[in-house]
């Protein structure tokens, strides 16, 4: 009689039901070239990603972009599996349904269990396609730290340098819109008060910084299940300082790093989750007389086109590398078999080197 | 409009002597494909104001293209030819805002997923072009010389990581009146063989004391001109509706007169107003508007000796603090600035190699007041290290 009230306890059931796989996907920096990076003569620049992470991960060393290289309408294209073609300057949403909206309808999660951290004011619908199948209220919600740092300051000096744009839209005002919401924001989701986002906002360098912060704070406080961070310092690139550029991409190491940790560390992630880490794009080739190499992503030549991902964690090899070459809209159908979900407009195939 | 529909009346806004070379052309300009014809008159709608040997190389271009038979001058563009335009694209005015439509037709042929056909048939275009055309040669090997590090004192790291491995490294140069001495050798070939914008000095900061032979272009020199853009991206990005690319399209139809610039030399002028208004981050950050001056050297007035001298930039800052173009209190950064100058260094080294006459051109990369420099050319083995010391002058008498 024991044994049967212990299988019936609560507790043991709690115990015994495994955690929801959860996914973090970090968009590696606003374009970063291999040679920059995991050539060898690039080595130098991501020594966390070379060190910790490449160790425990899958590596692809061959995805490549087919579609429109500018960062907005790249990454919706990775969210969403088809090479979107909306205007990369204008702030719309992807045509097609994003992963973040098929998870939530097919597998009927809440709003609250898909966000994405995006740097930049053109990213702000991102998170949900005007597809007709979905409709709206059905995708991921957006937090963009620089309009939650731009309401609790009003504006502050001290802040500024967190709020740079990119400079491939430099002249983008954010739409503040009072601040109210983002105020609420900070307080129901992320639990943070004014006071305590500004003093830590102190202690921070840059935007992707910012980001990062958030981030970690959103995995605390919801802990969603699909969680998509994009990172936008790498692309200081477009202003020509090459020191620059390749000071976002050690900064963008370090903080991957750090989100690792993070989802190491933080009990409902640890064991149950893969993260993705890839960049949207590479940068023009210096070999190309049509670009200024490094400078921009306007040749559509092969360096700019192609680029890697690792994934590591729950389900993923350690230490696997794959030099067959994969498309950037094959990871939603991927995610899609990792998570249970259908892409049913994804154009991408499954990475069966990951399930 | 389609190519085939041109009229010489069509070219009535065209500056004098480009109204007389495209309507002298006419004929041949029916017959291009519109996904191009536009990139060609891009390049003769300011032809009164381009450099000599641009000019030189459109009427080479145009001459070649009217020697073709009907079908010949079709192969040559069959690929362009293929590539899809949309009907708002051909009601455009590409003929009087040729750049325009080719900024336009860049964001389509994305957009339709045409960008890598087109860049193929570009290519095939180009290389028919280059087999045809014999390349104009220097008149004596070019010369290139770009100088980093200036403020730098103590520095650890290797340097010219990039070059070292197609020329000389020097560790021991000498380096008290290194830059004199490389003035005194630019501007001795530029009495020994006048050139119209022949040899050029370009100083990311403050040009020095040097010779009105040299063609000269500075970052300190743009100050007035940056400053009154500055004030213009400003007021114009307050306007609503305005984006970036709208922004672009502004500040390409800019004139060396709204920037208050009048050196007396239109030709130069303009030059200026394109490395302010078509550069990004030129009017910002002195290491990106030296390497990008030195590229656009390079690439239009073909020098037979340019020195470029990088200059610290300022720390990097929100970028609407950039753009304030606010000069109080400005921050430098010389080390990120020499990191910056050695990857100019390589691009430069790198577009030099790219015009006509490379085996034979030169090309010096100095770290300023040390010892360090690399040597690339003819009578330079490659790879090598020496530690001898010298003068930065006899070094550049051993490289030819």
Redesign the interface.
Known sequence: MGGTLLRSSGLVRAATVPKRKKVVVITFGGGARDQETFAA?GQENIPHLMKDLIPQSTFFTQVVN?????HYVATASLATGV?E?VNN??SLPPEHPTAFEYFRKDLKRPASDAWVVAPSNGFNRIGESNHRSYGSGLGARVLLPKHLLTAATSGGRDF??L???N???????PELGGGEIELEQLEQILKLSVDEFKKKALTLSSPDELSVYIARQLMKQMAPSILWITMHDID?A???????Y??GIRRTDRLCADLWKTIQSEPEYAGNTTLFILPDFGRDS??D??G?????H????ALSRTTWMMAMGAGVREGAVFDRPVETIDLVPTLGSMLGFTASFARGKPMAELL | MRPPELKPEHFNGYLPEARKLVVGYIGTLRRLPLSFLPSLLREVVDYDFRFPVERRAVERELATLSSLSADALDMWCKELAQIQISPKLESFDWINAPAQFVEQLSAYLWTTHQLDAFREAAVQYSSRLQAAVSAEQPPVPRLGITVVGQGVGVYEEAVFRKLRPHGAYFSRIKPDGGLEQLLNVVTARAKAHPVAYGHWYVDGGKAVAHDSVLTCVSYDGLEPARATLLRSIRSETERPGMGPEALRSLMARLRPSDLGLGTGDEVLDRFQVKILTEGSGTQIFSTTFAQWTAREVLRRAQPVTMLVRFAPRQRQKPMNELLSGNSDHVDFDPVGSLVDGEMGAYYNWLNQERLPGAEESSFLVWFENHGDAVAVGPGMARGTVSSTAADIGQVISWMS
């Open positions: 003569e087919r579609g429109i290289l500018g090479y073609t300057f204008a500024e340098h709020l740079r744009d400079y491939e839209t430099p002249f983008y005002a200081i477009h202003a020509g300082a090459y020191s620059l390749i000071e210096d070999d007389s049509g200024n190499g490094f400078q921009h306007r040749t559509g030549d």
